[in-house]
Each structure stands twice: as structure tokens, then as C-alpha cells.
């Protein structure tokens, strides 16, 4: 027999006036754009570090690195944990946590405990995202609301990403790199309170008879979470190590080897376990559209962060523009993403996330080619990388916001936390994978024509970034089916078979939260 709607979600749903659910909107999108902030404001950070604690390059990469590594990684464990046990909880513990950590970083004036406070924040962080889609699911299950939230959400965290880079540049120089970390813990401790009183506790319950607390720990899939957390971190630090020390390094080589045959070792453990106790059921990438969502999510970041750290150091070390100016002139991806922000998630209601998706594509390709040609030198800012820097951004959040939203539906939504955290976790491996394989190629092409000063290294980068955008779209028009728009997948595939009980059900859980209503 098909498990029984969820009857508690239908009801909090309902019970929730219009005014709280915007507020906890707001909310969850704080927190997005907190983990963002907390990544983007250090690259105004990052030379003021290593002059003040005396790093080396590739110690400064860590700071960075550190909390990558740790975000990526943790994941798939904080989505299991948020599918399994209420949400709420791995929510507003996640963000406190990163308000405590956040206060400690800004006290530390020694390299390796800010980078060991760093890796910690990454795993705090983690804790957040996924959870907090799998709360937006909860309290806007219909499917046009949901693809509206999921837009704000997502478009939060892009915006975050520059205005994090013109605060942090704002801090370090008219104030101290120690409140790139203090402003993410005046922010996050508050937000923590708040959102205790805030989120609904019932929210992650349901109706049916629920397993007791201490049984629930069974269908984590401990041991699937750990080889894959494990196989992530030994993959990322391969990455970050090879992009840093050289790909032919033994340790490299061998990391990536071991990483490799450990995602071999998880999708085969997968298949033998129950498909409710298993933390990726194998039949997860055969939802329809959902490999190819997983394929598009490799590209956001990756073209956002590749764009960010390469004019970001050559406006600094080659033009030699100061830290607010470069952060100035970043300005047209934030401004871009805000106004874009109220609206991308209304136009999955009127066009298929399919052709905006190959929209997007295009205004990023057009974009890439425009910095491939003129962004070598200071007066083609104007005629060639203001108007790519806006197209650019364009692209790429119509692309991120539209695959956000479809994911969700392509996935029933009781695994949202798990759902959340293989598409966050894509947009990390996208971007470790994207900035290693640019820094090398920049390195390579540099090291043959003439050193840092010259832009065909960096013009290298933009052609390869073009042949990955390109890539795909063709991917995107062959594959992504659209005849699914705005369906959300069943819990269950049964449920199809049952359709006219489901209704009955349905419509009294409708009746059940009327009386609710009459009553509060």
C-alpha cells in the first residue's frame, strides 16, 4: 500500500498566514547569502592575509580551499540528516554555529588555526543549505510558489557573491580584514535566535506513525554518507593540491585514483540497500531531466568564480586598481543578479525551464567571447567587459535559478535535503574542478608567451570556458525533456495506481485543515 500524503506539511502550510511565510523566505535567503558573503568577501582579504600572517600562495589557497573542501564534502550527510530529521534543527543549527565559528575567526591573528576555524565553518555552512530547501519545499509545496521561493533563494546567493566582495574590500580598507568574519557573526547569531521562534516546529513531521528518534539514525545510510564524504574530501584536496603543486605529484595522483574508485564503491553499496534506507537511490538519476539538471549545475559557479579571481587579480597586480576599485567595477554581477532576482522565478511559469535554461547559455557564451577578445586592457572595461560582466551574469543566473527550480521537480519531495545537496555539491565540483583546470591552462599558455603581464593566458581561459558553456547547450537540447514542466515527481511510484484513494485522502487532510484553521 502507497504511503499516506503528508498530512502535517499540508496542514502547516495552511495554517501559516502569508506575512510568515515571506518573513521565513527572507530568512532562509539570509542565510544563503551568509554562506556566500562568507566565501566572496575574502578575495578583498586574501593579500592584506598574507602580508599580515606571512603566507605563502598556496597556504593563502587554503583559506579559501579549506572551506570548500568541508562544504562540498558534508553535503549529501547534512541532506540525509535534513530529509531524516526535522530540518529545522540542522537549519538553525548550522547557522549558529557559523555565527560561533565566524566570532573566533575574527580573533585569530595565526594562519593555520584561521584555517582550521575556516574548514569548520565550511561543515557549519553545509548544515544550512540543504536544510533550508527542504524547508522553502515544505511551507510553498505548490509548484508555482515553489519555483517562485527557489528563485529568491538561489538569486540571494548570487548577489551575496559580489556584494560580499565590495563589503569585504569595504572592511579591509577602512577598517580591519578581522570584520570580514565579525560581520558574518553580527549577522548569523541573531538570525539563529530569530528562526527558532520563527520556523514551525511540526514542520518536518507527518502524520503517519513516526519512527522513534533513536531509530531514525538507521536510515541515514551511514556508511554510503561516509565512503562519499570521504571520497569528496580526498577528491577536493587532490584538486586544490594539483592546482597549487603540479598534477604529476605522486600524492595528487594517487588521491584522485583512490577518490574515484570510492564513488565506484558508493553507487554500488547503493544498490544494495532498501531504496527508503539508501541516501542516493539509484533510480534518483533516472527521474526525468534530473542527470541533466545534475550536468548543468557543474557551470554556474565555475564560470562565476573563474571570472571573479581572474580579473580580480589582474585589475590588482597588473593594472594595479585598488581593492575598492576592483570591487567597483565588479558591480554590474550584483546589480545584474538583483534585478533579475524578482522575476526568475516567475518565468518558469510562463516559458519551460528548458528554453530559459538555453537562453542563458547563449547570453553566457556571447558574454565569454567579448572577454576572450578585449579584457586585456584598462579602456576596453567599457566597450567589452562591463557589457560581458552584465550579459555574463544574465546567463548564468537564468541558468542556476531555472536548473534550481527544475531539480525540485524532478525529485518527490521528501528527499528536498538530499535533492539540495546533490545540486549544491555540483556547484562545488563544478567549481574546483573549473578553477584548477583554468589556473593551469592560464599558467601554461602565460609561462610559454611572456608571464603574468600579458592577457593570453587569461584569454586561453575564456576560449575553454566557451567550449564548456557550449558543450552544454547542446547538452541542454538534446536531453532535457520539457514535457514535465511544473509536475512534481510522486513520493511513490505506485501512487499512480492509487490516484482515486490519494484524492479522498487529500481532500480530507483539505477538510482536517479547515477545522484547524476555524479553531487557531
Known sequence: ????????????????????????????????????????????????????????????????????????????????????????????????????????????????????????????????????????????????????????????????????????????????????????????????????????????????????????????????????????????????????????????????????????????????????????????????????LFAVALLPFFWWNTMMTMFSTMWQNVFHWSVISTAVHMLPMGIVGLALSFFTGSLSRIFSPKWIILVGLSLCMIATVLLALGGGKPENYWPYVFPAFSLGTSGMLLTYSLANIAIFQAAPSSMAGTVGAIFNGALQFGSAIGLAASSSIESSVEAAHGGSQEYTGRAATCWFLLGIVALQFISISIFYDRSTNHKSQPENPDLVQHSTKSDEKIGDVDKLASIVEIHS
Not at 573542501?69 to 548550522?94: C, E, Q
Open 1 to 292: 500500500m502507497p504511503p499516506l500524503p503528508r498530512v502535517v506539511d499540508v496542514l502547516v502550510h495552511k495554517r501559516l498566514s502569508l506575512t510568515r511565510k515571506l518573513v521565513l523566505l527572507a530568512m532562509l535567503c539570509l542565510a544563503q547569502s551568509l554562506d556566500s558573503f562568507n566565501f566572496a568577501a575574502l578575495f578583498s582579504a586574501i593579500p592584506v592575509l598574507d602580508i599580515s600572517m606571512g603566507m605563502t600562495e598556496t597556504q593563502s589557497t587554503w583559506i579559501f580551499s579549506a572551506s570548500q573542501l568541508t562544504f562540498s564534502s558534508f553535503l549529501l550527510i547534512s541532506g540525509r540528516i535534513s530529509d531524516v530529521y526535522n530540518p529545522k534543527i540542522a537549519f538553525v543549527g548550522g547557522v549558529f554555529s557559523l555565527g560561533i565559528l565566524s566570532l573566533c575567526a575574527g580573533f585569530i591573528d595565526t594562519k593555520i588555526p584561521l584555517i582550521t576555524v575556516r574548514a569548520f565553518t565550511g561543515i557549519a555552512s553545509s548544515m544550512t543549505v540543504p536544510s533550508a530547501l527542504a524547508l522553502l519545499v515544505k511551507v510553498f509545496p505548490d509548484p508555482l510558489e515553489q519555483a517562485r521561493a527557489i528563485g529568491f533563494f538561489g538569486c540571494s546567493g548570487a548577489i551575496a557573491n559580489i556584494g560580499g566582495l565590495v563589503i569585504g574590500a569595504m572592511f579591509v580598507q577602512w577598517a580591519s580584514y578581522h570584520w570580514v568574519f565579525l560581520f558574518v557573526a553580527v549577522v548569523a547569531c541573531p538570525l539563529a535566535l530569530v528562526c527558532v521562534f520563527i520556523i514551525p516546529s511540526q514542520i518536518g513531521e507527518t502524520a503517519d506513525t513516526p519512527e522513534p528518534e533513536g531509530a531514525k539514525w538507521k536510515n541515514l545510510d551511514l556508511v554510503g554518507v561516509c565512503i562519499l564524504t570521504v571520497a569528496f574530501i580526498l577528491f577536493m584536496f587532490a584538486v586544490t593540491s594539483g592546482s597549487t603543486d603540479g598534477w604529476k605529484s605522486p600524492m595528487v595522483l594517487v588521491l584522485l585514483i583512490v577518490s574515484t574508485l570510492m564513488v565506484v564503491s558508493f553507487f554500488y553499496w547503493e544498490t544494495l540497500l532498501p531504496v527508503e534506507k539508501a541516501a542516493i537511490p539509484p533510480r534518483t538519476w533516472f527521474y526525468t531531466n534530473f542527470s541533466v
